[in-house]
């Protein structure tokens, strides 16, 4: 079956290292994205892919950085710089002429 | 700028009717998307509206009105699965990208 997997599912970072959150799609779709999710509120963009070797920031996108070196991969490293990581993140595919979007199932990442 | 508000919280009574409003402020829309998202979980893709009218799947319809940037969700014969919080998303065409702007989120407890 078709669909977007993100790994891993729960992590724990200490402050000051950089993390690398995986994201794979099997989908065949062009258009990814990564959002992020805070307690209570709804989804922010942090960076978006149109296509390979081409992405854009979102509204969130300081303290993140992004790669899109194959259609089906869109990892995320949330970097030292991010003053607050401790969220959900949500990484997202756009199927084409629909518009529709589809989703992982998230990774939660806590800060200690 | 771009601007999606919906109300925080609704609360209702099982098998009763609920409409969830949604106002949106955007350039370049694309049609507006209503997810279902419980707690904890991704995303689930309810329905898309791109036209003005009325889109009626099951006990969900959404409407959309394009000149007045309103939409509303109507969930018919509430359940007590239905508690969860639903997501307004405009899709927007801008820069030559494609994006999805959610708003916060309206967490609806159904109560017996």
């Known amino acids: 079956d078709g669909g977007i997997t993100q790994s891993p599912k729960y992590l724990f970072r200490k402050e000051g290292q950089n993390v690398t959150l995986s994201c794979e799609q099997n989908l065949n779709h062009d258009a990814m994205y990564w959002y992020r999710q805070d307690p209570g509120q709804g989804l922010r963009l942090i960076y978006y892919s149109q296509i390979v070797n081409d992405f854009q920031k979102g509204d969130i996108a300081e303290g993140y950085s992004v790669s899109r070196e194959k259609k089906e991969s869109f990892p995320l490293t949330v970097t030292s710089a991010q003053k607050n990581p401790t969220a959900f993140y949500l990484c997202?595919?756009?199927?084409?002429?629909?518009?529709?979007?589809?989703f992982g199932e998230g990774s939660r990442l806590t800060v200690l | 700028g771009q601007n999606i508000d919906q109300p925080t919280e609704m609360t209702a009574t099982e098998g009763a009717i609920v409409q969830i409003n949604c106002t949106y402020q955007t350039s370049g829309f694309n049609g507006l998307f209503w997810y279902q998202q419980h707690a904890g979980e991704a995303p689930t893709f309810l329905s898309y509206?791109?036209?003005?009218g009325l889109e009626e799947k099951g006990r969900f319809s959404s409407f959309l009105s394009r000149s007045k940037g309103y939409s509303y969700l109507l969930l018919k014969e509430l359940q007590m699965k239905d508690s969860a919080s639903y997501l307004c998303?405009?899709?927007?065409?801008?820069?030559?990208?494609?994006?999805?702007?959610f708003g916060a989120g309206t967490r609806l407890a159904v109560h017996p």
């Open positions: 998303a405009a899709l927007v065409f801008s820069g030559g990208y494609n994006k999805l702007i």
């Open positions: 509206n791109v036209l003005d």
């Open positions: 997202a595919s756009l199927k084409q002429y629909t518009g529709e979007l589809f």
